[in-house]
């Protein structure tokens, strides 16, 4: 388990005197560590990024995103730490990815008892909102008003980072839960979870959504009624059948 509490930044319209003060107050804190995340502008130099990792120590790697291309632009013992991506992030939306998956005897024991996307992070916006995820957008407070520490004793904020992936119905069939790095919004259906929003790998037909043959759980006969997952099997078995032999 991590012992160290992770936050993340996503840098959006808003002014440098919000951003200093933003950093002002991560470097006050208790957060362990920080990555930035900063919509691409090619009008702002890649050296006021490599100026603000030397500055704020807390700040571990930025992250530009919307970039016209994937770049690194620096990296610390082969670790980039200040790189580029085309992908473009947007708040309450969820990148689940084989290629964001860690694989790894920490990733495993940490997956095993806490739920690996949201366990000990945080994510604060450009006004110092804090929600327990990128993708999980339920505000639990603000850096500016409100104690971390205080925060972290919530059981609320808890709740979740406890939740594992053999919690949460579907994920708990997959393959991938134990290396899975999803952080996006769950909801409690008595004793187990489900996500609100359904993924995009189907572990029932082994197909990501946009891999040929991939359907997606209903049109697989896969549901949660009440708090019971229904898999009508002979369609499972018909659709297999079909994309594999
Ligand atoms: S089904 Fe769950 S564990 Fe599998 S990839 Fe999707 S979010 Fe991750």
Same mark, same amino acid.
């Given at each position: 388990m991590r012992a160290h509490l992770g936050a993340f930044i996503v840098r959006?319209? *808003?002014? &440098?005197?919000? /951003?200093?003060?933003? +950093?002002? &107050?991560?470097a006050k804190c208790s957060l362990y560590y920080v990555i930035l995340f900063i919509k691409y502008d090619k009008s702002i130099e890649e050296k006021v990024f490599f100026q603000c990792l030397i500055e704020n120590p807390k700040i571990k790697s930025i992250i530009l995103y919307g970039a016209p291309s994937d770049k690194i632009f620096a990296t610390i013992d &082969? #670790?980039?730490?200040?790189l580029a991506i085309k992908d473009y992030? !947007? /708040?309450? #939306?969820?990148?689940? $990815?084989?290629?964001? /998956?860690?694989?790894g005897s920490n990733s495993f024991y940490e997956s095993l008892n *806490?739920?690996?996307? +949201?366990?000990? #992070?945080? /994510?604060?916006?450009?006004l110092g909102d804090i929600f327990l995820s990128f993708g999980f957008p339920i505000k639990i407070g603000n850096l500016f008003n409100d104690k971390i520490e205080e925060i972290l004793s919530n059981e609320k904020v808890k709740e979740f980072w406890k939740v594992t992936k053999d919690d949460v119905f579907i994920c708990d069939n997959c !393959? *991938?839960?134990y290396m899975c790095f999803d952080e996006g919004e769950l909801v409690r259906i008595n004793a187990k979870y489900k996500k609100k929003v359904e993924c995009p790998y189907n572990p029932f037909i082994s197909?990501? $959504? *946009?891999q040929e043959g991939y359907m997606n759980l209903n049109e697989c006969g896969i549901y949660i009624q009440n708090d019971k997952l229904?898999?009508?099997?002979?369609?499972?078995?018909?659709?297999?059948? !079909? +994309?594999y032999t």
């Open positions: 959006g319209n *808003y002014t &440098e005197q919000t /951003f200093l003060k933003l +950093l002002d &107050e991560i &082969e #670790k980039p730490v200040i992030l !947007e /708040f309450g #939306k969820t990148y689940i $990815d084989i290629n964001y /998956f860690r694989v *806490y739920n690996y996307g +949201l366990n000990q #992070k945080l /994510f604060i916006d450009s !393959e *991938y839960r197909k990501w $959504d *946009y229904v898999i009508d099997e002979n369609r499972l078995n018909h659709i297999n059948e !079909e +994309l």
